[in-house]
């Protein structure tokens, strides 16, 4: 399995943006899915968006479409999610995670990192 760890969250207004970053560990990750969820208190986690090893491929849910990038940079074994326009309500705990699968990624990945707290203030 693949370690990850996330960076860049923080404290932003509402309009504001944010780069958070996804370190992964091994000499595999290209050949990874990396996806973004985000949980909020009381909120089931929710997926946000993904991205195949070679970046030809992106999804992103609904509720961040046009608003939030995801890239990834193989050399530095890292993936991004660059969050612009946010707002109060995308304030969660944002993880990184991995999967073989680009389906699989979406609902249930198997490896995940420990979080990153993003918090839009109004």
């Known amino acids: 399995q693949v370690q990850l760890v996330e960076s860049g969250g923080g404290l932003v207004q509402a309009g504001g943006s944010l780069r958070l970053s996804c370190a992964a560990s091994?000499?595999?990750?290209?050949?990874?899915?990396m996806g973004w969820f985000r949980q909020s208190p009381g909120k089931e986690r929710e997926f946000v968006a993904a991205?195949?090893?070679?970046?030809?491929?992106?999804y992103y849910a609904d509720s961040v479409k046009g608003r939030f990038t995801i890239s990834r940079d193989n050399a530095k074994n890292t993936v991004y999610l660059q969050m612009n326009s946010l707002k109060p309500e995308d304030t969660a705990v944002y993880y990184c995670?991995?999967?073989?699968?680009?389906?699989?990624?979406?609902?249930?990945?198997?490896?995940w990192g420990q979080g990153t707290q993003v918090t839009v203030s109004s």
């Open positions: 091994g000499r595999t990750f290209s050949t990874y899915v």
């Open positions: 995670a991995a999967d073989r699968d680009r389906e699989v990624v979406r609902v249930s990945p198997r490896s």
């Open positions: 991205i195949n090893w070679s970046g030809g491929y992106t």
